[in-house]
């Protein structure tokens, strides 16, 4: 017998925020590693471009819009995916915002509320929903299922002018081992991933500041971005059995940056 464990054929991943950037850097590797994959976003036209990309790669997708500042859009979304295919194996809750780099002495009111409504309570009511379901699931005798987060190194680093955005993704690391230690009694694994610097529409204005490139950048020990697409191999590792026994971690992806 051949040895298998990336193959993801007939598992199905729901992917928040799938519709670009690392969401969708995981979601077109799930897909090509044989998952059905859902992906949740906001924008209708945007989800549309990215599902016609993993329509090609052979397996049964669907873009959903669903925004996950609002509890009850996530509770039907999911209740929505579980009808379009049956089950969800595993659950990565990548959907985020950041905080336009705001002093920390000007952080509050709407946008701030906003930010942990998203990168927070949206993950929190997801992953809920997911493990509800998967819970359900092994008491019925199928047990099993990957819960991963999206949290970033600056729930790490001291990150001036995004302490905000840095608070929202170290409760998100907190829920998640919580999460682990709960659930693995129904075959419920549950791990972080913290990105580094990763060339996004999110990091666009760094992107283009020069002084940000040379003084930040370059310490990176490539000496460059991250790139969406690079997240693709540990999303299939996560999703797969390969990972069975792994839970409670925070991966790094970061190019080295933090031992610099």
């Avoid at 859009?73 to 194996?89: H, K, M, P, S």
């Avoid at 790139?227 to 299939?236: H, N, Q, R, T």
Wanted: net charge neutral; proline share 2%.
């Amino acid at each position: 017998m051949s040895y298998k464990p990336f193959d993801l054929t007939g598992r199905v991943a729901l992917v928040t925020g799938g519709n670009g950037g690392i969401g969708f850097g995981m979601a077109e590797a799930l897909a090509q590693a044989g998952a059905n994959v859902e992906i949740w976003g906001t924008n209708a036209e945007k989800n549309a471009r990215a599902l016609e990309r993993l329509k090609a790669r052979g397996t049964k997708c669907n873009a959903r819009v669903v925004d996950v500042s609002k509890e009850e859009n996530i509770v039907a979304g999911v209740a929505a995916t579980l009808q379009e295919f049956g089950r969800i194996d595993s659950c990565f809750a990548n959907a985020g915002v950041g905080n336009r780099w705001k002093s920390f002495l000007e952080i509050g009111g709407a946008d701030y509320r906003r930010l942990m409504s998203i990168n927070l309570d949206g993950v929190m009511i997801t992953l809920r929903e997911a493990c509800r379901h998967m819970k359900a699931r092994a008491e019925a005798g199928d047990p099993g299922g990957s819960i991963v987060t999206v949290a970033s190194m600056g729930a790490l680093w001291g990150s001036p002018r995004a302490e905000d955005y840095s608070a929202s993704k170290a409760a998100v690391i907190a829920v998640t081992n919580g999460i682990a230690v709960e659930f693995a009694r129904y075959g419920v694994r549950a791990n972080s991933i913290l990105p580094g610097w990763i060339a996004t529409d999110m990091t666009g204005a760094a992107q283009d500041n020069d002084v940000f490139n040379k003084q930040v950048i370059g310490r990176v020990p490539y000496r460059r971005w991250g790139k969406p697409e690079e997240f693709g191999g540990i999303a299939v590792y996560l999703a797969s059995d390969a990972s069975s026994f792994h839970n409670g971690d925070s991966i790094v992806i970061d190019g080295g940056y933090g031992k610099f």
